[in-house]
């Protein structure tokens, strides 16, 4: 997985000061709106909407803002349609990069992502110049004191409870697990996503995110100092970008 982790992108957008949150807002809204416009408005039958909604919620996104977005979705408020488009990038050392948007302006959103990949030493790809080292794959994020079995006061008790969890979420779909800082990371086939989200839902646990992501077939290590920099540098500003929601690269 990428070494830009969706889990520290999640605390930095819900610790942003209000300057920021404006560029939040409008990336969840989006994401609120993509989901409406698939399949339908209503939660109940709508899994993606209420993880969507959910997650909206999370960043403390105000309830006019949430209902906005949705109505967009159904017509019943005028704004431009959105697309979902992806980009390919080499970044600094050769590092292959997928870029995920949501936008109503194709050119826009096209020009500023090669702009932002030019300016951090970068450039775009072609369709599937760097695609073909990737899978497209569900990750669902939640929070790791909720998935620790940490009910019980007994450590062996503890560790029984995860192991046991972990063997549950396999039998349910999940590729791979892995506990991050402040998180734990399942790894699903895209088709299992909704039944390894539904399943740590039933069983009490509040999810950070789940949705889908590229993950890479065969991770490099950038050793360069220099390239690290400039990685980094180039993370932060896809990250900026309004229409951006996931950037995915091949770094261990």
């Known amino acids: 997985m990428s070494r830009h982790s969706k889990w520290s992108k999640i605390k930095r ?4 000061a209000d300057v920021k949150k404006g560029a939040v807002f409008t990336k969840l809204g989006r994401a609120i709106a993509i989901a409406a416009r698939e399949k339908g408005a209503d939660m109940s039958t709508n899994f993606k909407l ?12 105000p ?19 959105l697309f979902e488009v992806t980009y ?21 959103t096209s020009g ?19 695609a073909w080292q990737f899978e497209r794959k569900g990750i669902v994020i939640a929070r790791s004191e909720a998935t620790c079995g940490e009910r019980s006061e007994s450590t062996k008790q503890s560790r029984e409870d995860k192991e046991r969890m972990i063997l549950e979420l396999i039998e349910v779909g999940a590729d791979d697990i892995k506990e991050e800082e402040g998180g734990i990371t399942v790894v699903t086939p895209f088709e299992k996503l ?18 889908l992501t590229w993950i890479s077939k065969n991770p490099v290590t950038v050793t360069s100092p220099e390239d690290r920099a400039k ?9 900026e ?4 929601v996931d950037v995915a690269t091949n770094e261990i």
Not at 112 to 130: E, Q, R, S, Y
Not at 241 to 244: A, R
Request: aromatic share 2%.
């Open 112 to 130: 500023n992502v090669k702009n932002i990949l030019a300016k951090h030493g970068g450039a775009m790809a072609g369709a599937n110049a760097v």
């Open 63 to 81: 309830k006019e803002n949430i209902e906005r977005a949705i109505a967009r979705a159904s017509g019943k408020e005028e704004a431009g349609e």
């Open 231 to 239: 990685l980094d540098e180039l993370y932060e500003a896809l990250d």
């Open 13 to 16: 957008a819900k610790g942003a």
């Open 194 to 211: 909704q039944t390894v989200s539904e399943f740590l839902v039933s069983k009490n646990i509040s999810l950070e995110h789940s949705g």
């Open 50 to 61: 209420r993880l969507a909604v959910d997650a909206a919620k999370a960043a403390s996104m």
């Open 88 to 108: 390919e990038g080499i970044g600094p050392g050769g590092v292959a990069i997928m870029i995920d948007a949501v936008t109503d302006n194709k050119n826009r």
């Open 241 to 244: 970008d309004d229409d951006v």
